[in-house]
């Protein structure tokens, strides 16, 4: 099993800047890609960026040129430092990871984060 566990949410002013964490552990051989997914309140849970574990990162558009997603491998974490914070990026943000186990197969095992609010608001 793999846990991952948030950091970092809060309220902040629109024009504010936050940094989310996520530290995996448990038993895993490998974290292949990590990533962070948004909910907002009736909304379907979306990607807003991922990271390979070369480094490759993919973002969602509302988000490019903002936010940016950076891995440590060696410590098991992913972090999404998020800049000029908009009323629209209020969500829940859960981390993501693909993960190697001993009762996975060699693509790995999909887990989630418990979520971490987010709210921007005057």
């Known amino acids: 099993q793999v846990q991952l566990v948030e950091s970092g949410g809060g309220l902040v002013q629109p024009g504010g800047s936050l940094r989310l964490s996520c530290a995996a552990s448990?038993?895993?051989?490998?974290?292949?890609?990590m990533g962070w997914y948004r909910q907002a309140p009736g909304k379907e849970r979306e990607l807003v960026a991922a990271?390979?574990?070369?480094?490759?990162?993919n973002y969602a558009d509302s988000v490019k040129d903002r936010f940016t997603i950076s891995r440590d491998n060696a410590q098991n974490r992913v972090y999404l430092q998020m800049n000029s914070l908009k009323a629209e990026d209020t969500a829940v943000y859960y981390c993501?990871?693909?993960?190697?186990?001993?009762?996975?197969?060699?693509?790995?095992?999909?887990?989630w984060g418990q979520g971490t609010q987010v709210t921007v608001s005057a």
């Open positions: 993501n990871a693909r993960a190697i186990t001993p009762r996975s197969d060699l693509r790995g095992d999909v887990y």
């Open positions: 448990g038993s895993f051989f490998r974290i292949n890609t």
């Open positions: 990271i390979t574990v070369g480094g490759t990162t």
